[in-house]
């Protein structure tokens, strides 16, 4: 005997049960707008903002900006007055693709000692945020475009001094150098003075005496800029195996090197005036600034005799600032 089926009896104004898939159910709210349906356009715009500065990120314009302060003063100078801008513009623009090929190369060769120092752990290949195979490509792509903008629109030879400059970091300085010698800096330092070189080829199509003394200059200035960031972050370059000077030999001994660099580099700077015969509008601050670096470093020496801090972020961002303002006062001169 089979149990009866008994019928829910229905409540006022509603159908009963049994009737709700038949003739009573509710039909569900058709979609509208909401911000879940914006939810994927604007996910997109993000990652795509994210991987945009994460290729960014890779080509250090923050070092490149201290690369390019150099290359207009040079052009002026050459120029002996105001080059065309377009010429300007296109120098600069390539040369910013150019120096953003070496360090992005630097980045991705790099990257294995990047996660064990606190100063670049946050680099994109890192994070991740950049396949290393993209970022290698990346690279490249960037050196073939900048040598193709300066060889179709500004010269050859300025073509062939930013691949020299892109290959010299790469093979010299981040392959051969970097993780090898206390020297790295020295010898490998020469691929940031390029600009001046290619400012001037730039404008004359030709590289000048001024141009190899100005490239001096950049080339002495090198070693007490990096050293006095290398003491501050000595501790992470020896955890990563890099012997920079700082961490194989002690703070006096470092500081005596960048007392004699800074005196060539300030005996190197005074000695373009002459030889680009741009009188006292350079010649004047040129000496004044050196006065000024020298003496920090000369701090620094007495101070690392001591056994005191010596500060070396002083030296740092004040090495910036000497350099800025002496292609500053080369510009001027070169305006008069």
């Known amino acids: 005997m089979t149990a009866a089926v008994v019928p829910t009896p229905a409540v006022a104004g509603l159908p009963a049960a049994g009737a709700m898939g038949?003739?009573?159910?509710?039909?569900?709210?058709?979609?509208?707008?909401?911000?879940?349906?914006?939810?994927g356009p604007r996910s997109r715009w993000a990652r795509a903002a994210g991987r945009t500065r994460s290729y960014i990120a890779l080509m250090k314009l923050r070092v490149v900006e201290l690369l390019l302060v150099s290359t207009v003063p040079v052009m002026l100078l050459a120029e002996r007055g105001m080059p065309s801008w377009w010429l300007i513009v296109v120098t600069l623009v390539a040369g910013t693709l150019s120096a953003g090929s070496a360090n992005t190369i630097n980045c991705y060769v790099d990257r294995d000692i990047d996660q064990l120092m606190g100063r670049t752990k946050r680099r994109p290949l890192v994070r991740e945020t950049v396949e290393p195979a993209q970022a290698l490509r990346f690279g490249i792509v960037l050196g073939i475009v900048s040598t193709l903008m300066f060889g179709?629109?500004?010269?050859?030879?300025?073509?062939?001094?930013?691949?020299?400059?892109?290959?010299?970091?790469?093979?010299?300085?981040?392959?051969?150098?970097?993780?090898?010698?206390?020297?790295?800096?020295?010898?490998?330092?020469?691929?940031?003075c390029f600009p001046v070189l290619i400012g001037w080829s730039a404008v004359t199509g030709t590289v000048g005496?001024?141009?190899?003394?100005?490239?001096?200059?950049?080339?002495?200035?090198?070693?007490?800029?990096?050293?006095?960031?290398?003491?501050?972050?000595?501790?992470?370059y020896a955890a990563a195996g890099v012997p920079m000077l700082p961490v194989v030999a002690t703070t006096e001994v470092v500081t005596r090197r960048?007392?004699?660099?800074?005196?060539?580099?300030?005996?190197?700077?005074?000695?373009?005036?002459?030889?680009?015969?741009?009188?006292?509008?350079?010649?004047?601050?040129?000496?004044?600034?050196?006065?000024?670096?020298?003496?920090?470093?000369?701090?620094?020496?007495?101070?690392?005799?001591?056994?005191?801090?010596?500060?070396?972020m002083r030296l740092f961002h004040m090495s910036i600032s000497y350099l800025t303002l002496l292609f500053a006062a080369l510009a001027a001169?070169?305006?008069?």
């Open 258 to 312: 960048i007392l004699l660099y800074s005196y060539v580099m300030v005996g190197v700077s005074l000695a373009v005036g002459p030889v680009a015969d741009i009188g006292l509008v350079y010649t004047v601050p040129a000496a004044l600034l050196g006065a000024w670096f020298v003496a920090e470093a000369h701090r620094m020496v007495a101070r690392a005799h001591r056994g005191e801090d010596i500060r070396p």
């Open 209 to 236: 005496w001024a141009a190899v003394l100005l490239f001096a200059v950049i080339f002495f200035w090198t070693p007490p800029h990096f050293w006095a960031l290398a003491i501050r972050y000595k501790d992470d």
């Open 22 to 39: 038949a003739v009573g159910a509710v039909s569900p709210v058709p979609a509208g707008p909401s911000d879940l349906d914006l939810a």
């Open 333 to 336: 001169a070169a305006l008069v």
């Open 152 to 192: 179709l629109l500004v010269n050859w030879i300025s073509a062939a001094l930013s691949v020299g400059a892109i290959a010299f970091y790469v093979f010299v300085y981040t392959l051969g150098l970097k993780r090898r010698s206390p020297s790295n800096i020295v010898i490998g330092g020469a691929a940031g």
